[in-house]
């Protein structure tokens, strides 16, 4: 019986210790679990490596342990630039950054009027955006931003999300023969009733 209540005792004793130090690693932890350094491992092209750790909201001394990668991700998937993102914990005290960046493809002409806010970077009543492979227009074309990219046009705005993939794919289409991969493709105009009725064979830099 003596030896019994002995073993219970010592797995209670065993069971606070754990208990206590987890409570210590949540509340006030060592400093080796303190993060020292973040560091992005990624090539970047479109945004900066202190750029990205200030967005990520990690500082130097956060508890690595209780770190959330969720809302580290959620945070970076907020610029537009960035598409993926992947988060690496490296104990004792370093977060590991890789983003995969937008590669832009071309530019979607999109009307003005449709617009909140003035475009830095568009034509006579239109503005533009910056599209993807995917057919995604991510953002609006902002001085700095690429712009020797082919003009997509005549879209209206409730036909974007399903005919901007097909133009994007109509373009890569267009630019892997030999001919007209050697010249670059200037603007593809959606036609409402025909379809892509315009493809231009000659590389134009929009300003």
């Given at each position: 019986m003596k030896k019994k209540i002995l073993r219970i005792l010592g797995v209670v004793s065993v069971m606070v210790c754990v208990v206590g130090f987890s409570v210590l690693i949540l509340v006030r932890p060592p400093s080796f679990l303190r993060i020292t350094e973040v560091v992005v491992i990624s090539p970047l092209k479109h945004v900066s490596g202190f750029?990205?750790?200030?967005?990520?909201g990690v500082k130097k001394g956060d508890n690595i342990v209780t770190l959330s990668l969720a809302k580290v991700r959620q945070n970076l998937l907020r610029y537009p630039w960035i598409r993926e993102v992947r988060l690496s914990r490296r104990i004792p005290a370093r977060l590991l950054i890789w983003v995969e960046e937008q590669e832009p493809v071309a530019l979607l002409e999109y009307p003005e009027s449709a617009s909140n806010t003035a475009s830095t970077a568009s034509t006579a009543g239109?503005?533009?955006?910056?599209?993807?492979?995917e057919g995604v227009a991510f953002k609006k074309a902002e001085s700095g931003d690429p712009k020797d990219l082919p003009i997509l046009t005549g879209i209206a705005q409730e036909e974007i999300a399903s005919r901007l993939p097909s133009l994007v794919a109509l373009l890569k289409t267009i630019e892997d023969l030999d001919l007209v991969g050697s010249l670059g493709v200037s603007e593809i105009r959606w036609s409402g009733t025909g379809g892509a009725s315009r493809a231009a064979v000659w590389r134009a830099t929009h300003e």
């Open positions: 750029d990205l750790i200030r967005l990520s239109t503005a533009l955006y910056l599209v993807n492979y």
